[in-house]
């Protein structure tokens, strides 16, 4: 075969490949283009009764990812031209997302911090828009067979934590350590909890842990509902999880409230706040101050302050917002 | 065809069509080796800040996850390579040629099953069974292979003429699954009348040994599930590379098909499954689903089988798009990844140079059959 | 030595015992899969229990499993009915059962099995079918909704169920909510068999409902063959292309060899690598930087700055690119000289000689890497997680607005959703039968692939072999 290639013939060869793959990009460019340009979603006028369209990009929370996406459906039954495109990731991701503007709609399962606030009002001159949204709670989960109950603040944060900032003097590694559980079952605490970006992380660690560090052993699954299977499937084993996602093959423990009285995680004393663990949840919107909402967005808001809205939250597992802070918001 | 006139006058037109194609090809291949070459530029480029970073803090970091990485790659091959290796001495020099290319295809099929499909076994439906019955399970771990040597003995002893023994892959597989069930239901027998108690409670408690529902065991065999197709195929191009002229004459000699096995095949494709085994860790050290599904990835630095581990590939996988662009724990995730990428293209290359050493070696060596 | 002897018998056995294990364990794999994947849709029978305690629920066996102290077993039944609560505790749609706590246990014919939106399942008994004032009792109000459901959706009269489960109050169910109905214990084989090809049908055809818990996966599947068709049509040309200069046109000094090593290397490279290359590179670098040039009205919405299918796609044909530039060449380096030396001979240029020599020899090989190509690409997850994958996209990528395809949305694969419902959804005990379905269909896609891809291969070594 002949192979040689003289070097003017190479440097022709390469000019025109060049040309050639410069027309591809061009061609490929302008459709890519082309594919946007007219994809943007067009928004009709938000008269009562014309269709609403458009996408409602969210990026956040796990724990609201079951809620959300029913939020979605019964949008899209309302209004077929409406989509909601969400992806999960944990609740810090919903912030970043919200201050980069990956997305306009952040669902968060703890409220945003300070810092977050500055950051995002830093970029866009104005604070995001904060929504209470559902109340759900936290609950330690044990094994369906387990004999413990009920578990001090102080016993929580022993065996969960190797800071020991609620005042436990000694940690809690073994189910000996603790009184109902002598006898069985055996060995280790195994624990298991969530990933560092989820909002379940960072508030057990806030208000179980008293703000300390958690210990490095933990298990760290990429979702409630495998912390929950995985507590389900091993009578050892101890994690903590958003309230909905409770099964019959655990069983949620009781906690010492601050006035020394054991509290069960039911849906009254987490709508009321009386389980020491429980909290709201939250949705930030990123809404300029002085211009109206897209009607997408309007449209979404006004499902989720609706006793519909609410009665799917309690479809999910969540608890619904108390009425009265429901008819509060109920606005849009 | 063509007839000449027309093949003149199309004279300047081909010349100009057929530079511009190979123009095309050329550029083609360099936009291909730039794409190649971008992915090493970008990681090295996106990692320098971590240079920046005070050491105590990456250090700390990278080594438990340095450490999750080999324990996992290491669990696997322990797994892996007996497996492998010892198939393919079985297909490579006991089998027909015919039978050998119908199994092969068979074995690689293990291969393309999805990783994210056998995390999803290992973690949610075989690490709680294994939990609930360990006894069962390491008797499951045991008992086949040995039971295996036992068909052997029988089979030595009745010689029966129906079940030939290069066809003992497939009359095996019955024989494994009956002496599968006999362990999963004599270990719960003597797990109770010889310690009386769960497996577990002796080894946590008498043994102070910790077991962790998704640990460093469950990973290695599912993993090794998925690498053993890799290590085999290449082990058993190497050993069929044997040329056949030795192990005749080792035979001639007055050797047996083992001692041929072991003093001739193995040594003369050493370096061949050497790089084969070295393909199977380069794949267990990047492979990411199945350890993200079926490991704890808690961050701890144990060498119990029974312990969890976390490991590069999935730290990136859960933490990166977590973590914002440019931001410290970015750099550190990229860098992490560079690590990676920097060792498996390292031990594909030996691998790969080993492998192609070892081939022109034994062509040589078979009078270039 | 005889003792030696009897030894070096016994150790090939274990050696084929490792090839029955492998082929064993692969064997079990898909039984698995497949018993639980297609069981799922298979309508299972409905219990009517009486616990001791003179409690009686209606529920579907699950599967039983011993007690920690092994004491005995318990069975874990789906009971559904979760808005029949008073009560608070949540896992009512499961519940456990320990075997000596019960009583008794019938399968009544009359039993129902609703599905429904967003209430989930319901077990128990069809009181009454309510439709413009008349009231329809038992088995004719089961005939009317039979009826009724038979009947396109919007064009099902606007009726009222009456429905009691065994341990609570008859309370009322709008029609509008229900979706399917089934009296699975007073089922004839046949109509079993007909309720479960209809289950298949719908888990292929329809989309998730109840956030992934049920449904089907038809996004999914179209996500993924979008992605997969934009993927092929990125790599096949470049990888073609890189195989035809490496065979036929760079001349096999040292270099060469070095190019071809690396690329053979870059095949055993992590996924999830390139994955990072993905994000970091495709979406952070270009995506961001073409939204500022020509879609920064849209901004701080992204356009092209978050994960979508041009990136995703992008990466998978990086990832494949090894793959095909292999396979293709293997094929073009199987094409005897003399097939190149004779068209030279005959006055072609190195065109002429590609395109009606070469090409047309290497075109199984060129499809093989094209089905491997797209094999990988189908069952790989890792890399997507970072560049593009949604939990949910109700959007498909294709449609019928201009310009049809859609590169920068997000879409849904098999494999990630796989992922996402087994781990991050509401409930893993929920999902699981969907997620062994999933599961079935990916690997059957995926093998199937690469059986393809060998049988090709193979017929052409034979093919070569004859000539």
């Known amino acids: ?332 | 065809m063509i007839s000449p006139s027309r093949l003149r006058t199309a004279q300047p037109r081909r010349q100009f069509q057929d530079r511009l194609a190979t123009a095309i090809i050329v550029v083609g291949a360099v936009a291909v080796l730039a794409a190649i070459l971008a992915i090493g530029i970008f990681l090295l480029w996106h990692s320098l800040p971590v240079l920046a970073m005070p050491l105590p803090s990456i250090t700390q970091k990278l080594t438990v996850l340095a450490w999750g990485t080999l324990k996992a790659a290491l669990f696997t091959l322990l797994f892996a390579i007996p497996v492998a290796l010892c198939a393919a001495v079985y297909t490579a020099l006991y089998l027909p040629p015919r039978m050998r290319h119908r199994i092969k295809p068979a074995l690689e099929m293990m291969e393309a099953v999805p990783g994210v499909v056998v995390g999803f076994i290992a973690g949610v439906i075989l690490a709680p069974w294994v939990e609930q019955h360990l006894a069962s399970a390491l008797a499951l771990l045991v008992w086949p292979p040995a039971s295996a040597l036992l068909a052997g003995l029988v089979w030595q002893a009745l010689a029966p003429r129906r079940l030939p023994f290069n066809q003992a892959w497939l009359w095996l597989i019955p024989w494994l699954l009956a002496m599968g069930w006999l362990a999963l239901w004599a270990a719960p027998l003597f797990e109770h009348y010889l310690l009386g108690v769960d497996l577990r409670y002796v080894l946590e408690t008498r043994l102070g040994v910790d077991y962790a529902t998704r640990n460093a065991m469950i990973v290695g065999i599912a993993m090794g599930f998925a690498v053993v197709p890799g290590i085999y195929a290449l082990a058993d191009d190497a050993l069929s590379d044997v040329p056949a002229s030795l192990m005749e004459g080792a035979q001639a000699l007055g050797a047996d098909r083992w001692q041929t096995l072991w003093r001739v095949a193995l040594p003369a494709a050493g370096p061949g499954i050497f790089s084969a085994v070295l393909i199977g860790a380069g794949r267990a050290v990047g492979e990411t689903m199945i350890v993200l599904m079926a490991s704890s990835n808690a961050a701890l630095i144990s060498a119990s089988p029974f312990e969890g581990m976390r490991t590069i590939a999935a730290a990136v996988a859960i933490e990166l798009p977590e973590a914002a662009p440019m931001s410290t724990t970015y750099h550190l995730l990229i860098f992490a990844a560079l690590v990676l990428f920097l060792f498996t293209f390292l031990v594909n290359t030996l691998a790969e140079v080993v492998r192609l050493r070892l081939r022109s070696r034994l062509l040589r060596l078979g009078g270039g059959v | 030595m005889n003792r030696k002897a009897a030894w070096h018998g016994l150790w090939p056995w274990l050696c084929a015992a490792s090839v029955a294990l492998s082929l064993l364990l692969l064997g079990l794999l898909l039984t698995l899969l497949l018993t639980r994947g297609l069981g799922h849709f298979w309508p299972a029978p409905l219990e009517a229990v009486t616990l001791t305690s003179g409690e009686t629920f209606a529920g579907e066996v699950i599967r039983e499993a011993e007690l920690p102290d092994r004491s005995g077993q318990e069975r874990l039944y789906f009971i559904g009915n979760r808005d029949n609560s008073a009560q608070d505790s949540h896992g009512t749609r499961f519940r456990w059962v320990s075997l000596d706590t019960i009583l008794k246990r019938e399968a009544p014919a009359q039993l129902v099995r609703l599905s429904r939106s967003p209430w989930g399942d319901f077990i128990g008994q069809l009181e009454a079918f309510e439709h413009s004032g008349q009231r329809l009792e038992d088995n004719a109000a089961w005939q009317a909704l039979s009826q009724a459901l038979a009947q396109p959706k919007n064009a099902r009269p606007n009726a009222r169920l009456t429905l009691r489960p065994l341990n609570g109050e008859a309370f009322i169910q709008p029609l509008a909510e229900v979706y399917r109905a089934s009296r699975p214990n007073a089922m004839s084989w046949l109509s079993k068999v007909r309720y479960w090809a209809d289950g298949v049908g719908r888990f292929l055809s329809q989309g998730p409902r109840a956030a992934n818990t049920g449904g089907g996966v038809w996004p999914a599947i179209f996500g993924t063959v979008v992605m997969v068709i934009v993927m092929s049509v990125i790599v096949m040309p470049f990888g073609v292309l890189a195989a035809i200069y490496l065979n036929e046109i760079a001349q096999q000094h040292r270099f060469t060899r070095l190019v071809r090593i690396g690329v053979r290397n870059l095949a055993g490279v992590p996924s999830i690598v390139y994955g990072v290359f993905g994000l970091g590179a495709f979406v952070y670098g270009i995506g961001a930087t073409v939204d500022e040039w020509f879609f920064s009205a849209s901004l701080p919405s992204p356009t092209f700055g978050t994960g979508g299918l041009l990136w995703a796609s992008l990466t998978l044909s990086l990832l494949t690119l090894p793959v095909v530039i292999v396979a293709t060449e293997e094929g073009l380096a199987r094409i005897p000289d003399a097939q190149r030396e004779g068209a030279v001979a005959l006055g072609a240029t190195r065109l002429e000689t590609l395109t009606r020599v070469v090409l047309p020899m290497a075109a199984p090989a060129m499809l093989t890497a094209l089905i491997l190509a797209v094999a990988r690409a189908a069952g790989e997850v890792a890399p997507l997680m970072l560049v593009g994958v949604a939990k949910l996209a109700p959007q498909v990528p294709v449609d019928a607005t201009f310009p049809y395809l859609h590169l920068e949305r997000k879409f849904m694969h098999l494999g990630y959703h796989l992922f996402d419902t087994a781990f991050h959804g509401d409930s893993v005990q929920a999902a699981i039968p969907l997620v062994y379905a999933t599961a079935l269909l990916l690997v059957l896609i995926v093998l199937v692939l690469n059986l393809t891809a060998i049988f090709l291969r193979h017929y052409l070594r034979r093919k070569r072999a004859t000539t």
């Open chain 1, 1 to 332: 075969m002949n192979r040689h290639a003289t070097p003017p013939r190479l440097i022709a060869r390469l000019a025109a490949g060049s040309i050639a793959l410069a027309i591809a990009f061009a061609i490929a460019f302008v459709s890519l283009f082309a594919s946007t340009f007219f994809t943007t979603p067009v928004v009709a006028n938000t008269a009562e009764n014309t269709t609403v369209r458009g996408t409602l990009g969210a990026v956040g929370s796990d724990t609201m990812a079951g809620l959300m996406l029913r939020w979605g459906e019964a949008l899209a039954q309302r209004h077929p031209d409406v989509t909601l495109q969400f992806q999960a990731g944990g609740s810090a991701n919903a912030a970043s997302a919200l201050i980069a503007g990956t997305a306009r709609l952040g669902p968060m399962s703890r409220p945003m911090t300070t810092a977050e606030k500055q950051r995002f009002t830093h970029r866009y001159g104005y604070p995001p828009l904060e929504l209470k949204v559902a109340r759900d709670a936290l609950v330690v989960v044990v094994h369906r067979h387990n004999p413990l109950r009920a578990l001090t603040r102080r016993q929580l944060d022993a065996i969960f934590s190797t800071t020991r900032r609620c005042g436990a003097e000694q940690p809690i590694l073994r189910w000996k350590d603790l009184a109902t559980t002598q006898d069985w079952p055996f060995g280790r605490i195994t624990l298991h909890g969530r990933n560092l970006a989820s909002g379940t992380h960072a508030l057990f660690e806030r208000r179980a842990l008293c703000g300390g560090e958690f210990r490095r052993d933990i298990s760290v699954h990429p979702g409630s509902a495998a912390v929950v299977a995985a507590v389900g499937e091993s009578p050892g084993a101890m994690g903590y999880a958003g309230y909905h996602h409770l099964s019959a093959a655990v069983r949620s423990l009781s906690l010492y409230n601050a006035a020394g009285k054991a509290v069960a995680p039911s849906r009254a004393a987490i709508q009321h706040g009386d389980y020491p663990l429980s909290r709201s949840l939250y949705l930030y919107v990123n809404a300029p101050p002085d211009a109206a909402l897209p009607p997408a967005e309007q449209a979404l808001l006004r499902l989720i302050f609706s006793p519909r809205g609410q009665q799917i939250a309690q479809a999910a597992g969540f608890v619904a917002l108390p009425e009265s802070r429901r008819q509060q918001q109920d606005r849009w």
